[in-house]
């Protein structure tokens, strides 16, 4: 039987037997933690040819690496206008160049020959919950033009006729963009650091380092590791080695859960075979194993079970795509990211030797795979393309009051943003239902042999402007004459 994405195997899931640090180790580079940020360092550096150790608390991908959805795209959780304004077009661009080649970077090990079971596919298609053409276009525009990234637009019915719902309107299509099954991914990426000759030790919690000399010591409970350089990638556990970098980082647990078989009626009603996602970041769902929906959508800024969360997806998926009826929920997971203030992640250089890679946000694929060739190639190569990093400092996220105003923010954006699609699908119904009326009305007057009055206008409209007669000795101008409504009435012949 293939593997498939609710079959996550149990030695995968954390419950085969773990390597322990309990011995004195020496190493070029000591990572901490093993999520996706620490295994993408530790897989390239290890490719470099640096010895390598990664000390995991807990195990692989225990976290939100471990229960992702497996979506790549380019970019960042910063929308690129506000990355432009930030730090200007050219090194917005070489930020966006990179952010492609960690995409390129998960393409190339998430291949069924490195990773059986992986199941990588192409396509994602970004919708819209409000009608948005226009901001479409000039977006389209600089993706392919300007950030050279195969796009394509999509008017509402293509959407539609992909999306059986009217709650979404245009689509950005990525064909370059791609889904693997997230959950196998990081489990693969350890394989292939192990592989190439590093050394990874679960269960083993960093307690505390001391990065002052040119060999760092990194304390654990049960034994010690010199190494020249330390990756801090625990992302928001990262705790006691150095709380103030956790303290810059918004947690926020999103959850995530797969559906029973719902069988042919969902081949109906959803064609698209990709990754879809709304534009607000609300949504985010694929068909798996053929006939279930993989959805993640609700979010909180504490730790909950997920399992109470199925309910509300399953409510979630209703309301998008009613017509599948009641779906049953087979499995519900989650995890924490670490949102930062200014919406990038954090990748750089503290001091000699002492590296971060976390803040990887709800967008972890690409960006903790171009950290990962950033910070081992700045290591081994002396590469310092990591300094256009250098403007998005660390920045203090607020502790547990910055948590409430970061909920009370996410609740009022999700809000407003489904407060904008409601209003977007009320003008377009009102549209719709004008038409109509005016087909009637049409339809009426053409059996009653009577001509339509004129139409009404619209109440935000202006009204429309007389022409004055010139003053005396002053040219009318030429161009088109605004009729006047009384002129109007007299040619319809409806007075
Ligand atoms: C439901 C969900 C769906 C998502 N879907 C997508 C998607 O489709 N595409 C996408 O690009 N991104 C997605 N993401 C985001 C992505 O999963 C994250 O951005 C990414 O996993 C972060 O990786 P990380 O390595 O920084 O952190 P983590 O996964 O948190 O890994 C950090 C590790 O460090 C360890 N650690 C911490 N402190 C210590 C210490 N002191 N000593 C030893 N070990 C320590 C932890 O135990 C942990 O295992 C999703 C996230 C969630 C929750």
Redesign the pocket.
């Known amino acids: 039987m293939s593997e498939t994405f609710t079959s996550v195997p149990q030695e995968e899931a954390g419950f085969r037997e773990r390597t322990r640090l309990s011995f004195e180790l020496d190493a070029d580079i000591c990572v ?8 993408s360092i530790a897989l390239e550096a290890a490719r470099l040819g640096a010895s390598v150790a990664v ?19 380019p970019g960042f959780a910063l929308p690129l206008t506000e990355l432009i304004e930030r730090i200007g077009y050219e090194d917005a661009r070489e930020l966006w160049t990179l952010s492609k080649e960690g995409a390129e970077f998960v393409r190339a090990n998430a291949t069924e020959e490195n990773m059986p079971g992986i199941t990588p596919s192409d396509g994602v298609l970004e919708v819209s919950n409000v009608d948005t053409g226009d901001r479409l276009i000039s977006r389209l525009q600089m993706l392919h033009e300007d950030f050279d990234t195969d796009v394509e637009g999509w008017q509402v019915d293509r959407v539609r006729d992909v999306l059986k719902t009217p709650r979404y309107f245009h689509g950005i299509y990525y064909p370059r963009a791609f ?1 693997i099954d ?1 959950r196998k991914y ?1 489990h693969g990426l350890a394989a292939l650091a192990k592989r190439a000759g590093a050394r990874i030790f679960e269960d ?4 505390s380092i001391d990065s002052s000399g040119v060999r760092k010591r990194i304390v ?1 409970p049960s034994a010690r590791l010199r190494a020249s350089h330390i990756v801090l ?9 150095l709380r103030r970098l956790s303290e810059t980082l918004l947690p926020v ?4 859960a797969v559906t029973e078989p719902l069988g042919e009626r969902l081949a109906e009603i959803i064609t698209f075979r990709g ?1 879809v996602t709304d534009s607000d970041g609300i949504d ?1 769902f694929r068909i798996v194993d053929g006939d279930r929906l993989m959805w ?1 959508s609700p979010e909180t800024t504490w730790d909950a079970r997920p399992h109470r969360f199925a309910s509300a997806i399953a409510r979630r998926i209703a309301t998008i795509f009613p017509q599948l009826g009641k779906v049953a929920i087979s499995d519900v ?6 949102l930062t203030v200014h919406g990038m992640p954090q990748i750089g250089q503290l001091r000699r030797g002492l590296w971060v ?12 795979a171009m950290a990962g060739q950033l910070i081992a190639r700045s290591i081994l190569w002396g590469d310092e393309r990591w300094r256009l990093f250098s403007p998005f400092e660390l920045v203090w996220a607020g502790g547990a009051t910055g948590r409430v105003a970061g909920h009370l923010i996410g609740m009022w954006g999700r809000g407003s943003s489904a407060a904008a699609g409601a209003l977007a699908r009320y003008r377009e119904g009102a549209r719709v239902r004008e038409r109509v009326r005016e087909a009637r009305l049409a339809e009426a007057n053409r059996q009653a042999g009577t001509r339509p009055p004129p139409r009404r206008r619209p109440p935000s409209a202006p009204p429309p402007v007389r022409p004055q007669p010139p003053a005396p000795g002053e040219a009318r101008e030429s161009g088109p004459v605004v009729p006047s409504q009384e002129s109007e009435k007299l040619r319809d012949g409806s007075v």
Not at 34 to 39: D, E, K, R, T, V
Not at 204 to 207: E, N
Not at 357 to 368: I, P
């Open positions: 901490i933690g093993a999520g996706l940020a620490g295994l000390l995991e608390g807990r195990h692989i991908g225990w976290n939100a690496s471990g229960n992702q959805l497996g979506t790549v795209m889904q997230g990081v083993t919690p960093v307690v654990t990638a625990g992302n928001i556990h990262l705790g006691a080695p647990w999103r959850y995530a990754s985010h993640a997971f989650g995890g924490a990211v670490g890679a976390s803040g990887f946000g709800r967008q972890g694929l690409n960006t903790s």
